[in-house]
């Protein structure tokens, strides 16, 4: 088995962190988030974490690396994939257009198949949501605008 956690900015859909290993103990959601802190160039504080209740993001040692970043932590509720819609729909994107009827023989075949379509996500993707541009073109266009309205 191998087991991916993915840090995803809500706004521009951009997974900012990830990680990858054979367990699903909190190490990997911690790294997943460390990795997303250092995208962000590690200003972060006050942003909210958003999870469900696995035992990873409930663990002590996530929740002293969100307070660490000050980050605010948010879960669903018990069973309820609609309070996770945007995950939920990134790991079936995920699923379908890289594992569907797919056999890796071997954890570094699987680790670059998951590298490449996370690559290809972010820079290619296009989402209706983001008026079909990738999560990186919506961020890349989100901060020329935003520069442009404070120097007007």
């Known amino acids: 088995w191998l087991y991916l956690a993915c840090v995803i900015d809500i706004r521009s859909r951009r ?7 054979p367990h699903m103990r909190a190490e990997l959601v911690i790294d997943a988030l460390q990795a997303a ?10 942003v909210i974490f958003h999870a469900d209740r696995g035992s990873q993001y409930t663990s002590a040692a996530f929740a002293q690396v969100c307070d660490l970043h000050g980050i605010r932590r948010s879960m669903g509720r018990v069973g309820s994939s609609y309070d996770n819609a945007l995950a939920e729909s990134f790991w079936q994107g995920l699923k379908r ?9 071997t954890m570094s075949q699987a680790r670059l198949e998951i590298f490449r ?18 999560p990186m073109e919506f ?8 520069k442009l309205s404070l120097a007007a």
């Open 15 to 21: 997974v900012l962190g990830w990680s990858m290993a």
């Open 37 to 46: 802190v250092a995208t962000r160039g590690g200003d972060v504080a006050g």
């Open 97 to 105: 257009e890289t594992m569907h009827r797919r056999v890796f023989v």
């Open 117 to 134: 379509w996370l690559t290809y996500y972010n820079a290619r993707r296009r989402h209706s949501a983001l008026s079909y541009l990738s």
């Open 139 to 146: 961020e890349q266009h989100h901060h020329k605008t935003a």
